[in-house]
């Protein structure tokens, strides 16, 4: 991962400590398993040091071309959302719930481009289609309706008929 996703945190003084970055289509690069490879967001961390804890504070806005699921068509879409993670120290690493980490006391440092790359993917819906069908590619729509157009199969027929009391 780029060094600039990187956090010494054992130099940082007590108190909130701000950070800004952008997120583009290079960083996308780092990652085998995304449905995008393009993106532009801008991703604002406040890192509050306490003695035996962090609070990290993730807010993240932007746009993330997708592939849209109805036509294969690309779209945009826009992603926003906050985050929170506690970081605590203690003999081994651990996850105790999807806000609370233990890091060991040995480590100085903490990789949070990967903690913005899984907030990303959070933020990503379900279903990803133009919010229109009109929006979406003719061609594709056309061949779509014509496999839509296949009759129905007999077998299922008599299943129509059962009513449940």
Not at 30 to 53: I, M, P, T
Not at 86 to 93: A, L, R, S, T
Not at 134 to 144: A, G, H, N, R
Request: hydrophobic content about 40%; proline content about 4%; charged content about 30%.
């Amino acid at each position: 991962m780029n060094e600039e996703f990187i956090i010494p945190f054992k130099g940082l003084s007590i108190g909130s400590h701000p950070y800004d970055y952008k997120i583009d289509n290079q960083f996308f690069e780092n990652f085998e398993y995304f449905e995008s490879e393009k993106g532009n967001l801008d991703v604002h961390l406040d890192l509050v040091k306490e003695a035996k804890l962090m609070d990290l504070h993730f807010h993240l806005k932007g746009m993330i071309e997708m592939q849209c699921d109805r036509c294969l068509g690309q779209i945009s879409t826009p992603v926003e959302g906050n985050f929170r993670l506690v970081v605590k120290f203690g003999d081994h690493f651990e996850e105790e719930s999807d806000e609370v980490v233990v890091l060991p006391t040995t480590e100085n440092r903490l990789d949070v481009g990967q903690l913005i790359f899984e907030y990303i993917n959070l933020l990503l819906p379900l279903q990803k289609a133009h919010a229109n069908i009109e929006d979406c590619d003719p061609e594709m729509i056309k061949k779509l309706e014509m496999h839509k157009k296949e009759e129905a199969d007999s077998r299922w027929d008599a299943l129509k008929n059962i009513k449940l009391k």
